[in-house]
């Protein structure tokens, strides 16, 4: 599997799918799902409320899947991440299980390329460092016959930092 790191912006990401860190309601947001929301345009949020309709909000740790509207890519997988409350033995496996189910959602879309944002590090105050860890060791561990891409895009030189030494470590083992 191909890892690539960008610092950029992940609503102008050529990928077959990115990933949203969105909050539960899945009505759109501030950081990066408010960014996706607004450049994807009304088609995202009229599919995220019909998800919502079927089944309620979505849950910390889990991922559902939607278009990609006026975006670059095919679709947009919208994840939940956890809320940083000090609480590790609660918050890492659900940080966790937001890479692995976008990833095993993208698997079952056929997906070839997917870029992931920085999930929960924004706004919900995870720990950066302990959030990069956990990307680059879970995306490094799933196994795919059909993803073959996957691009952490960071938003901000820290993030940036923190990946490209994690990616570059990593890589030594």
């Known amino acids: 599997m191909n890892i690539e790191l960008i610092k950029g912006d992940i609503t102008k990401i050529q990928a ?8 539960s309601s899945l009505l759109g947001g501030g950081g990066v799902d408010g960014a996706i929301h607004r450049a994807g ?15 309620g909000k979505c849950n910390t740790g889990e991922a559902v899947v939607t278009t990609a509207g006026n975006l670059p890519a095919q679709y ?5 991440g956890p809320v940083w409350n000090g609480d590790e033995g609660k ?8 890479y692995k189910n976008s990833l095993k959602l ?17 706004v919900y105050r995870f720990p950066k460092e302990a959030a ?13 016959d ?13 993030n940036e930092a923190i ?3 994690l990616l570059e470590n990593n890589n030594k083992i």
């Open 132 to 144: 990069g860890k956990i990307a680059v060791e879970t995306v490094k561990n799933f196994r795919s």
């Open 163 to 165: 990946y490209r030494e």
């Open 146 to 158: 059909t993803v073959g891409k996957i691009i952490f895009v960071c938003f901000d030189d820290e």
């Open 106 to 122: 993208a698997e079952s879309l056929g997906i070839k390329t997917i870029a992931f944002p920085n999930i929960s590090t924004g």
């Open 91 to 98: 918050c890492f496996p659900l940080l966790e299980n937001c």
């Open 41 to 55: 345009g009304k088609q995202i949020l009229d599919e995220c409320i019909e998800i919502r309709n079927k089944q």
């Open 76 to 80: 947009v997988i919208h994840t939940v």
């Open 16 to 23: 077959d799918a990115i990933v949203n860190a969105a909050n």
